[in-house]
């Protein structure tokens, strides 16, 4: 399951009380994987990672957070004002990534948030989105570590700060580091996803059996 955690003690909160409502329902929660998704800004030096961080900060410009929320929420942004407020019937007919919406909705304390809200409270288009673990190799497998070991996932999805360039860096720095640990794989267990996240097959039926 993807989700996306803003900090490390909201991750652990969701993750146990998610788990718990997987029992509830007569379903094993070992059965369930939740990857909450991360920006990973590395290089040699923590300085350097800073200056890229910041470089890359710098690049956003609110169309792009409009053209990717208009994608993620089914809704044309650009049919409103920046500083018009949805309906309740618009903000119901976003039917794309609801966590999104929900998310604004709450940060902002707004029942009904205007366009300039979205992009400003979602951080869409930005590095403000996702947590970010920036530093040397060591230090953003300190970070990944951290969430790994202490209850907060399952795995985690890195998300790309720009391309090329951002996971070759990570490939290239973390991935030995996070190996060094005994914390990511040096070989695939099998040839399916379903093999690689540790989950059982599924019982299988032949064709046309009831």
């Known amino acids: 399951m993807f989700v996306i955690h803003t900090n490390l003690a909201l991750a652990k ?14 379903r094993d929660p070992e059965h369930v994987r939740i990857t ?10 923590r300085m350097m990672a800073e200056d890229k961080r910041a ?4 690049l956003g410009e609110p169309i792009d957070a409009l053209t990717l929320l208009s994608e993620v929420l089914n809704f044309d942004f650009g049919a409103k004002g920046m500083d018009e407020p949805f309906t309740p019937d618009e903000l119901a ?9 929900d998310r604004v909705i709450q940060l902002s304390g707004l029942i009904n948030p205007t366009v300039r809200d979205f992009p400003a409270f979602s951080g869409r288009g930005t590095l403000r989105e996702l947590p970010n673990f ?8 300190d970070e990944l570590e951290a969430w790994f070991t202490e209850g907060a ?4 999805v890195v998300a790309a700060t720009h391309m090329p360039g951002s996971y070759e ?11 060094r640990r005994g914390l990511f794989r040096r070989d695939y267990p099998g040839t399916t996803l379903r ?3 540790g989950l059982d097959r599924l019982a299988t039926r032949p064709l046309g059996a009831e």
Do not use: H, K, N
């Open 93 to 101: 007919s976003a039917t794309g990534l609801q966590g999104i919406r």
């Open 134 to 141: 920036v530093g040397t190799a060591v230090e953003v497998a």
């Open 55 to 58: 470089l890359l900060d710098g």
């Open 195 to 197: 093999e690689t996240l």
């Open 169 to 179: 860096d990570f490939v290239r720095l973390v991935f030995p580091e996070l190996q």
């Open 153 to 156: 996932c399952d795995g985690l």
């Open 36 to 45: 909450p998704a991360i920006c990973a800004v590395t290089s040699e030096t």
């Open 13 to 26: 909160s969701y993750y146990q009380s998610f788990r718990a409502e997987v029992a509830a329902a007569q």
